[in-house]
């Protein structure tokens, strides 16, 4: 290189003309320099970027993607139900007159028609599944007939679509019963519909009509049932159940049918509809008038009114009433337009029949006119509402939010429904008109209040936060409340500062004040030696070794706070009774040993003595206590103690006839006999003071202290301890360091002890350091993770108990984000756990960086 | 240099104290704050025995997992035998309502011990014969504890160890009674299965593997040639009849080999051993199947060494067996290597380039100053945040995008749209890049004005001062930055789990198939190893003594690497005191 340069000036001299090469190789690094440079930048903030992107679709609610208007021919218009296929192609309604038409939804074409009906019998009732295809009738001369409608869906490829298929809207084609779809890599979809129906059943006495029924398919796969209740015209409520068995011997089936008459309804009973379960365990019979009379029919033979409440307020007439997915939730719709829902929970004191009562749980916004037309989704909590004035309305229930609010314009809406991949919402009006709206709803569940606020779930007796996001089923409703994982990421970062923060700092000044230059150039760098051991491995010994240990010694582990600190104050005391040439003689490499000492010997003691420690505070048993048993007066004493003594020592200052200031306190043995005293006093007063709050019915178990665990917080607290203190060493131990060398010699120089310059001089001067220490370290100790994952038993609840677990934004990420599938709710919601991170962490981390700046001017000036 | 002046006033403060003795005035007891300087140099103790007791914890059990232990055969009261090596002793607190079941005389003791019972864990092995592998024994129901010498511990490779006798062993077909673990004619039978599992292997992984990967490659080519010209083209009927073409002959060799693996293992069914436990339960497996087998009681300092030795060999060079608990982490050491290394040769030039960037080319100001808070800043970043940016912007952005373009015949198979080498390096690279700007950055201010200065004012371009002077001069502080960045990202595990490690890879990702390095492929490594065997295993208990070394292992790269940067700071700072201006 060195020749490369002097070349490079010779040739100066001679021509005094720069190479060419040189000036492009310079343009060169000039451009790539400053591409890269403000490309890494712009990448490092493309990471926020990046998740806000991610993270925004979930509070996006839905929008609608397009609207779509038809007749549909063959149709009256007076439709029972409906039902649409996952594409939303065709359509299938259930006509008032027991007719079942099948429509082309893009074009209105009539595909098919079926009737229900034989004979001059008519239709006085209908019920469909919550999927809608499979339905049941009921006439008006005390028959049922019960009916499967299945939209088929199959692929073909080009070659094997029949020829001379007439066109309809769009590019769809029809062979004037099925559909065909032409969609990607040359194949077409074919959907065609089956009705069948099944023999009349004989329900009510010849000539009674019934007015209401409900049908549900339950059971199992390998035994199916079919449950269904009916209401007739006398008010006879009946709940039947259809079994069919097969003859294991000759492979026929046979199906029974059998009933049970519920206790009727008093005459006059204006029935609205009827609700059963599909274990056919619960039957509620809502009247138009807004009450709700529910049967308790878990023993069918016993079944009784077990509650009845109104639903709507007086003079409110109750016009829809439906299960949301999971039979959970019960949705009402009233002629006023409100929406409710009511959750029935096990209620003490309620005054029913068997403990449980209909409680309202969420109260939807109201729409302006009468509900009239009621669709669950059978994925989700998502539903429609239609109302007498035409408005459609898009809602879900966990997050109470209105989705969408669709107009038609009709005011004679008979039947809506969503479509089953929640994209679409139909809605058939009179004289057969059809009103499509496509929307995009990705992430229903979710808004700003369901993330961070108290939500009331299904099977939950009141409002609460609560993770919990796994789902074995589409009844399960998801609970995605970032609240407990917060609250687990700051206990734990707050148990483990806790433990931290006066080692990190008080070793930082010790070892910057009071050691000499070899020692410290020994300590300094094992305490950072710390700071390399991967997190990974500080989770697996604090959780595989550390917790069982803890667990079996946790009598000594808490009497190790109370002898230790008690240990190095006597040590201190005794140290005191030497003669002080000996005294200043010992100093530091040599005086931390001796520290080091009666640390160890406080440890022995909290070993040794647990047992009796453990008996005499804690009933015998630690962990037994920390569940409830035994009384909390002694470990509150114990509690209370160093704040005794502190409030003592205060006490005493503000008194100088008491603080014995007229004698320099030279006398070590005075000194120490002092503190025997004052410690005897504080732990009296402290006693004094545990009965007292004991008495006033203070018990310290239920707060910060309760029920133990193995993998608890103390276990984390600790082993981050281990990430979190050699950064906040290092930067306080610098920031000490680093104050200026004329005020500490100024000090000296007066005649102030380095104890003394130390806490007065030092210290003030580098708060400011110190305090960014701290930030960072909260830092660290919220982004933690490994430790989190293997230590902290990862249950998502609030409580402040330090021998409880908890679940941590970490850890939840860590866990959770693997099995997410890509763009799903769940995907975003850890995206906005590490969103939550990153803010948390930068916030803390400008705020550290700053203060540091400033005590660096600070420093420069002085 | 600050270091130095706080020495001086530390040894100016001794000497004034002394000379206050001297002159015999003493300090007021409270102006020494001696309690409160106790609580200080506790607080510093605490953290020393923290640190020296956890790295003591974990090297004692890491150094000591391999050394063989002896067996013990324990007697209990009820007649029952235990027979395995003792993992460990501890006392532990017996629940009172326990307590009180005891015979009296337990009790008494139990209670006189407050409550405390000692027990110790036997390793007992025999998991298929008795459905666990380790087992508490508390001291008071032991009647007696021996070690008698022909006990044998053997290492296999399905189930774990065993623990017990040999019945007999059949030697090609020859059987042979009651034969000792040091008998000859057993070892080298023993030394020959093992070759014949070593020579199965190869035709199994390697060769099979090179057919299986030619099959699969001409698959690729049809489906290939099908989504680029349809399916009817001339173009996918050529590619169809290559594969026909092309495949009979793998298949053939396939059968070949095949048919010699199976000659081999029918070799190897002819040389078993029956093993019996300590009870006499039997049973016979094939003499490959025993990794190593020993007469834990009888043996010479000699042969513990060599066990000892043999088995850091296994752990170093082999693959992991029984869900990871045994076996080697080769896997996982060239897992780790080869992310840290990739991800060194990532971000070394762009953090580099952005501090020179920040350094020399930036104009000073408030906007640069901010930049540089936000680099700070990101440092503090938790890495699961960077876990997560990787998943979703490296894997399924950018993956996905080159699988649409590149391997759409894979489709829906994920090529690069899923966690991966390169994915986890570019991660771990953008997690560690503010550790080598802010070094570079210290490095580049530490080079004397003066010396750019010079350059300039002797003509060097802008350029030329900085590759020819600056960046030679910083070079070591540079060095250090990128030292400690793969020290941070050696041991970073969170972000990882999220973006191509696995417990298990079936592949290495540099391999003899072109392109030879994969860098798509999900690796193992060691610290996520550490969690998966801790955490996700059957039995922990199990897993953790392999727990332990991986563990010190990885310490010790970490380590290492940590002590590589301290010494080239330490040689820089001396190269910079010679040379001031």
Known sequence: MATDTSTASRQRVKSRVTRRSVLISDAIANWVIRIGGLGVILAVFGIMVFLVDVVRPLFSGAHLVGQHEVTLKGTSGRVLSELVDEYTTIIVSVEATGEVVVNDLGSGRLLKSNSFLTGDRKVTAFSSTLRGDDVAFGFDDGTLRLGRIKIFAEILSLANVPSGLTKLAGNTLTDGEAVYVPIENDQVRKLSVSVTLEEPQRIAPEGTALIAVDYRLGGTVERPTTSFVSIDANGAVRLSRLETKRNLLTGKEQTSLSSVELPSLPVGTDVASVLMTSQADQVYVAEKSGWVSRYDARDPSKAAVAERIRLTPEGVRLTTLGFLVGEQSIVAGGSDGSVNIFFRLPTPGAGTADGFALTKAHELAPQPAAIVAFDPSDRSKMFVTADAAGNIWVRHSTSEQTLLKLRTGATDISAVSLSPRENAVVAVAGHGKAFTFSMDAPHPETTLRTIFGKIWYENYPEASYTWQSSSGTDAFEPKFSLAPLIFGTVKAAFYSLMFAIPIALCGAIYTSQFLGGRVRGVVKPAMEMMASLPSVVLGFIAALILAPIVENWIGAVVLAFVCVPLSLFAGAYLWQLLPQPVAQRVGGGAKLLFVGASLVAGLYAAIHLAPLFEQVFFDGDFRAWTSGAGSSQPFMTLLFWPIAFVGLVIFIRTIPALSGSGRAGDDGAREFVRWLAMLALSLALAAGLAALSVWAGMDVRGSFVGTYVQRNTLVVGFAMGFAVIPIMYTIAEDALTAVPEHLRAASLSCGATPWQTAIRVILPTALSGIFAAVMIGLGRAVGETMIVVMAAGNTPIIDWNIFSGLRALSANIAVELPEAVKDGTLYRMLFLAALTLFIMTFVLNTIAELVRLRFRKRAAQL | ?581
């Not at chain 2, 997992?65 to 017996?94: C, D, M, N, Q």
């Not at chain 2, 099908?226 to 073409?245: F, I, K, Q």
């Open chain 2, 1 to 581: 240099m600050t270091t130095i002046t706080a020495d001086d006033v530390q040894q100016a403060d001794r000497d004034s104290s002394q000379a206050v003795t001297r002159r015999n005035i003493t300090i007021p007891l409270k102006a020494r704050g001696e309690p409160a300087l106790w609580a200080l140099g506790g607080a510093l103790s605490v953290g020393i025995v923290m640190i020296f007791g956890f790295l003591l914890l974990v090297f004692y059990n890491g150094f000591t997992t391999f050394i063989a232990k002896p067996v013990a055969v324990v007697t209990l009261k009820s007649g029952e035998l235990v027979a395995g090596e003792p993992t460990r002793s501890e006392l532990y607190k017996l629940a009172p309502d326990a307590v009180k079941a005891l015979a009296p005389t337990d009790a008494a003791k139990i209670e006189a011990r407050g409550g405390y019972e000692q027990r110790t864990l036997y390793r007992t092995g025999n998991y298929d014969l008795s459905g666990y592998d380790f087992k508490w024994v508390d001291d008071r129901n032991v009647a007696r504890a021996e070690f008698p010498s022909d006990v044998l511990f053997v290492e296999r490779l399905e189930w774990g160890a065993f623990v017990g006798r040999i019945k007999a062993a059949a030697i090609d077909g020859k059987t042979v009674s009651t034969p000792t673990a040091k008998d000859p004619a057993l070892v080298q039978a023993h030394e020959a299965a093992l070759q014949r599992l070593q020579a199965i292997r190869n035709i199994e992984r390697n060769l099979i593997g090179r057919v299986n990967y030619d099959l699969e490659r001409l698959r690729l080519k049809v489906r290939r040639a099908e989504l680029n010209y349809g399916p009817t083209s001339p173009e996918a009927a050529a590619a169809r009849a290559n594969e026909v073409e092309a495949s009979g002959p793998l298949r053939a060799q396939y059968e070949l080999l095949a048919a010699e693996a199976q000659r081999i293992r029918q070799i190897d069914q002819k040389n078993t051993v029956t093993l019996a436990d300590i009870a006499g339960k039997e049973k016979t497996l094939p003499l490959s199947g025993l990794v190593r087998f020993y007469a834990a009681n009888d043996l010479t300092l000699a042969d513990k060494i060599g066990i000892y030795l043999s088995r850091w060999w296994e752990f170093l060079s082999s693959d992991p067996r029984e869900a990871n608990t045994e076996g080697g982490v080769l896997p996982a050491i060239f897992g780790t290597v080869a992310m840290t290394l990739l991800m060194v040769l990532m971000v070394a030039p762009v953090g580099v380039i952005t501090a020179l960037y920040l350094r020399e080319y930036a104009q000073q100001g408030r906007l640069v100053s901010v930049v540089r808070i936000s680099v700070n800043n990101l440092a503090g970043v938790p890495s699961i945040v960077y876990g997560v940016f990787g998943l979703g912007f490296f894997a399924y952005g950018l993956g996905s995008s080159i699988d649409e373009v590149f391997f759409l015949e894979r489709l829906p198979n994920p090529t690069y749209g899923t966690g991966g080498l390169i994915w986890a390096a570019l991660t771990l690279a953008l997690l560690t890049v503010p550790v080598v700007i802010v070094a570079t950055e210290e490095a580049l201010s530490a080079v004397p004005r003066s010396m750019r200065e010079g350059s300039l004012a002797c003509g060097a371009s802008k350029w030329q001062t900085i590759r020819n002077i600056v960046l030679p001069r910083a070079m070591p502080g540079i060095m250090t930055g990128i030292i400690l960045a793969m020290a941070r990202g050696a041991g970073e595990v969170a972000p990882l789990m999220l973006v191509g490690v696995v417990k298990l890879a079936p592949t290495l990702p540099i391999d003899a198939y072109f392109p030879y390095i994969h860098l798509e492929r999900s690796f193992m490594h060691l610290g996520f190893h550490i969690y998966d065997v801790g955490f996700q295993s059957r039995n922990s208990e199990a897993g953790k003594p392999m727990v332990f070394v991986t563990t010190c292992l990885l310490i010790g790269i970490i380590t290492v690497l940590n002590l590589a940067a301290i010494i080239i700071r330490s040689r820089l700072k001396r190269r910079f005191a010679g040379s001031q201006f």
